[in-house]
């Protein structure tokens, strides 16, 4: 039975979702149900129908789930940061094998498949070591709004504090609103292209305690002496300006000025310290981001004989942490600063076995692989999901061992589809809960060659 859309009804939350909807059903139509809870009982009023599922908001909880719990954030219901600060953490990971055992299921074709337990945080508060703040002109006494936006929208929800932003983001955040108001200095109205400040970028390093802040503007920022000056005082590392004069929204131009400090960040995961410069790429959750390269390190079987690439090696990342362990180490990404970055990192930890590429992952490794003996190939692509050109050539070159870490079950299952396919078996799917309080996982898998 499909429901008319303003109809309200009666259902039970049978699952969730990896963007944090309840699934519930009337009759055999799906409806998607935000904040909705495995085992919560709901009236809910249609929102959107489409042809095989609809949406659904919450207008009463009946009976709630034995899983939900009071949100300490005031603005959980509304902002889109996170989904699940009303749901009990060890629910969440509960959750999150499931999510990424459906996947594997539904989207990877694969029956019954190997995903352990998700590997949780002691604690899982505050871990973000990165955030950016979007800055949007606004009908209020300031005339602009500082937050995160609101889920599946552009609308800004104004925040003072983030529960799962590191503690040194908040000063950072009310600085800058003090800073704008003392100057009134203008949001960047993406409608008209006027405006100074874009975004606020704040990035701070458990290990050191260094916080870089990056500020974007679209034109020249009255007092930026005065603002690094009140951001130093309050224990920020490093200041830049980024110029960034295009209209669409990239949150980086290519122009970094240094205002304090060296420009970066370090951070240390194991025994690696990492430079990081604004642009980067780099996990948001040090914590867990220790866990996850030590799980691809345990999978790849690393014995000091191998010869590996890492086909998306941002500032190092596994591929630092591989070396130790393999004969050598080629790392590949397309981000020119990155590669940068990656390659003083190498230095930094006296690493000589590591050798790094600039370029698309499917442009440069093809040819290596099937000229070259490699051994192990580490995969960390963005959400997307890898090239169909690189997984052929892993396929054609019939690398051995193949880790691949992601952080979107969906994409993830449809790659892995494609290397059984040519001939791979899926060995182990780790899930580490690098997003506490989101519906989002990270899973780092396994995959052999059975022919070899």
Not at 177 to 182: A, D, I
Not at 239 to 262: A, C, H, M, P, Q
Not at 393 to 418: E, G, M
Request: glycine fraction near 8%; hydrophobic fraction near 40%; aromatic fraction near 8%.
């Amino acid at each position: 039975m499909q429901p008319k859309k303003n109809s309200r009804h009666k259902i039970e939350i049978k699952d969730v979702t990896a963007k944090g909807f309840g699934i519930g059903y009337i009759g055999e139509f799906i409806i998607f149900v935000d904040g909705g809870l495995t085992g919560d009982i709901i009236e809910t009023h249609i929102v959107k129908v489409k042809k095989r599922y609809g949406y659904g908001k919450i207008i009463q909880i009946i009976s709630p789930s034995p899983f939900r719990k009071e949100s300490s954030c005031p603005v959980s219901d509304i902002c889109g940061g996170c989904q699940w600060q009303h749901c009990e953490y060890s629910a969440q990971l509960v959750f999150k094998k499931q999510i990424v055992k459906s996947a594997f299921e539904k989207i990877g074709g694969i029956s019954d498949p190997p995903v352990f337990d998700v590997i949780g945080m002691e604690n899982p508060g505050r871990y973000r070591n990165k955030a950016v703040f979007p800055v949007v002109p606004a009908k209020n006494k300031d005339g602009f709004a500082i937050g995160m936006y609101a889920p599946r929208s552009h609308r800004i929800i104004e925040v003072e504090d983030c529960q799962i932003q590191h503690i040194a983001h908040v000063g950072v955040l009310s600085a800058v609103k003090k800073h704008m108001r003392r100057h009134k200095i203008t949001a960047y109205d993406e409608t008209i292209h006027k405006g100074i400040l874009r975004h606020i970028v704040v990035r701070t390093s458990l290990h050191t305690g260094e916080v870089m802040v990056v500020l974007v503007v679209n034109d020249k920022l009255p007092g930026r002496t005065e603002l690094t000056d009140a951001l130093t005082t309050l224990g920020v590392s490093t200041v830049l300006i980024n110029r960034n004069n295009s209209k669409g929204n990239t949150i980086f131009g290519y122009d970094f000025e240094i205002l304090s400090g060296e420009g970066f960040i370090r951070e240390k995961i194991g025994e690696i310290v990492y430079q990081l410069s604004a642009p980067s790429f780099f996990q948001v959750n040090p914590v867990q981001t220790k866990i996850l390269y030590e799980t691809a390190i345990a999978q790849a079987k690393l014995d000091g004989t191998q010869i590996v690439i890492d086909a998306h090696v941002g500032v190092g990342g596994v591929a630092l942490f591989a070396a130790k362990h393999a004969k050598s180490v080629l790392g590949v990404d397309i981000v020119e600063s990155a590669i940068k970055d990656a390659q003083k990192n190498a230095a930094l930890n006296g690493i000589a076995n590591a050798k790094f590429i600039c370029g698309a992952a499917e442009d440069i490794i093809p040819e290596i692989v099937l000229r070259d003996g490699v051994d192990v190939v580490f995969l960390d692509p963005p959400r997307k999901g890898c090239d169909a050109i690189l997984l052929d050539a892993l396929i054609a070159a019939k690398i051995p061992k193949i880790v691949y870490i992601s952080c979107d079950p969906a994409t993830l299952a449809r790659d892995i589809k494609h290397l059984i396919s040519g001939g791979f078996t899926l060995i182990a799917a780790q899930p580490v809960d690098m997003f506490p309080f989101t519906g989002k996982v990270e899973c780092c898998v396994s995959l052999h060659r059975a022919d070899i």
